[in-house]
Each structure stands twice: as C-alpha cells, then as structure tokens.
C-alpha cells in the first residue's frame, strides 16, 4: 500500500512516499527558517501563506523522486494537529482534495506520534516495548511504548519545554533564529565550570520535567552582567545552560528505563539531534546495559516523511481511514487522546 504523507503544522512543508512493502519512496521538504528568520520566530500568517505555495511543487518532488504516479498512491496522511491552525488547515484542505479527486481516504495523524514512531524509519529499527523521550517544540515528555498506538504517559514537563528553554535562552544571548542549534553551537565554545545552573526536578522522585526555572536562571546571569555580557560570557552561560538540561533529559530516561525493566530507549523530536545529549544518553544508557536509537538527523525536525509512516503504522494496526470530504484541524490535540 502506498501512503503520501502531508506535514505542515508550523514551519516546515514536508511531503513523502512511504509504501508497506517498499519502506520510504521519497521526501520533500521546504524549511521557512529565512521567512521567519527577520521576525524572530514564526509568525502563522505567513507560515499559513508559505505552505499554500509550497505543496503542489513538494507533491511533484515526491512524485519524481518516488518514481510513481498520483494515481497509485492508496491513501492520503495529514497532520491533523496539534499545531498552528492556519497552517493545519491548509494541509488538510490539500490531502483532502487530493483524496477526494482520487477516490481515496485519509488519515488523520497526530504531529507527535508522526515524531514517536520516526526512529522506526531507520534500518536498524528498536522493536517493541521501549521507552520513548520526545523533546519535539513546545513538548517533553516520557512514555512507555508497546505497539503503534499503545502509549502510557510517564511524565511531562509542567511548564516550558526543553525545545522552548533552548529558543528563549538564545533569545535572552541575542542569538538568531532559530535559536536552539545556535546556542547548541555556541556552547561548544563555552567553558566547563563557569557557572552552575539549577537542574529543575532532577531528584523530584517522578518523571515529569520544569524547564523554565532554568531559563530564568540565564536571565539572572544576564542581567548581572549587563553590558559587560561578552562572546566568552554567552559561551560559558550557553554551555552551563545545556548541561543542565542534558543531565536532567538523562537521569529521567534513564530511571524510567530502570523502573520500567525495558532495555530500549527512543528519542525523538528536534532536540533529539542536539550532540551532547546523544553523548550522554548513550553512555548512561549503555551503563544500564541499555541502548538507545533516534530518527536521522533528517527526520528530527519537522518532515511528510514520520506522518507517511505513522500512518501507514495505524492502517497495519488496523485503524479505518475516513472518507474524504470531510475535516477538522484540531491544534490542541493531546496525545493522552491515542493512548490505549
């Protein structure tokens, strides 16, 4: 069976071929980080406005690259939510034209189980049952995965995520957009022992995480330095900032893996692809005799490629595509809402 996957719930466009048989065809995507860039963060109108221009062309890319015809595609995934409405809208309204004028349904997939099942894509895919820590935008949390569609929350974060404490503290060291890689860069000239930053829960006896104290600690050391706020400074403090968040990131995984007996650990989301972190889960984990698996680097952000999958996943575990025609988008969509 041959899915097109349609991806476009913030600021990435992103279309794929995934067939059951074959494994992925094909992936298009387009990144409006130059868009957005002048404005410091997305702004949805145009994000809206991008996707609209974007989509007929990416369809064609995926079509070339996958070598097949719009006729053979089988059934229509889009990102239902959560995510920007404009922009899930305009996704939406394309996949479902797209089905309607073939005769096919469509699948409605949730953004975050697209990034769940995303290190499945790899050849070397972890098999069921395995912890799962997604670090994908405005989302932290930890879950025990044992099939497509069987998730138990472990713990989240209760205020801002690792992703959204990456973006403001750049922010706060008058980094660009986007502000997580660039900071991740930054540390790597940073100092170790400079400063000693909170880590937010890191005993709090549970798995749920708080990362905007930590943010707010870099904001102390901000405002204290004032203008004497150099490149040295902004190093030391953006390295001091991510180890932080890494060894809480880690301790946590590493003791739902403990308390949980499974053996595997799955990140997934775009702080999956910060360095350090993998350095560190790997090593903790394999201490655990443990080992750890993630999407590549490709499929860490945003991509058609995870929403193809997820659902081709869901149409294997059984689930009934929808009749075209219809649809909502559905911006706030908790992921507690898929578990079973």
Request: some cysteine.
């Amino acid at each position: 069976m041959l899915v097109l996957g349609i991806e476009s719930s913030c600021d990435e466009t992103g279309l794929a071929l995934y067939d059951t048989n074959r494994g992925l065809l094909a992936h298009a995507l387009h990144s409006q980080i130059v868009l957005h860039a002048e404005y410091g963060g997305v702004v949805p109108e145009l994000a809206s406005r991008d996707h609209i221009r974007r989509l007929v062309p990416l369809l064609r890319e995926a079509l070339r690259q996958g070598g097949a015809a719009l006729s053979e595609v089988d059934a229509v995934a889009c990102t239902q939510g959560p995510g920007l409405a404009g922009a899930l809208l305009v996704g939406c309204a394309f996949a479902e034209g797209l089905a309607v004028s073939l005769g096919k349904s469509v699948l409605p997939v949730h953004h975050l189980e697209g990034h769940l099942l995303s290190p499945l894509l790899a050849a070397d895919a972890p098999e069921f049952p395995f912890i799962a820590l997604l670090v994908s935008g405005g989302h932290t949390q930890l879950m025990a995965v044992t099939d497509v569609g069987q998730y138990e929350l472990l713990g989240e974060t209760l205020d801002d995520a690792a992703g959204e404490a990456f973006d403001k503290t750049a922010k706060l060291l008058g980094l660009g957009y986007p502000g997580g890689q660039a900071l991740s860069q930054l540390a790597e000239a940073g100092r170790p022992g400079v400063f000693n930053l909170p880590r937010p829960m890191l005993h709090s006896g549970d798995f749920n995480f708080s990362f905007a104290g930590l943010k707010t600690a870099v904001l102390t050391l901000v405002r204290k330095a004032g203008d004497g706020m150099d490149d040295t400074f902004r190093a030391d403090v953006a390295r001091a900032f991510q180890e932080a968040l890494v060894e809480v990131l880690t301790k946590k995984s590493c003791a739902a893996l403990k308390q949980t007996g499974m053996r595997r650990l799955v990140v997934a989301g775009g702080v999956g692809a910060n360095r350090p972190l993998r350095q560190s889960l790997n090593a903790a984990a394999a201490h655990q005799g443990c080992r750890v698996y993630y999407p590549a680097l490709e499929f860490c952000t945003d991509n058609g490629a995870m929403i193809a999958f997820a659902g081709a996943m869901r149409l294997k575990a059984g689930a009934i595509p929808r009749p075209a025609g219809a649809f909502a988008v559905r911006p706030r969509w908790p992921l507690s809402e898929l578990m079973r």
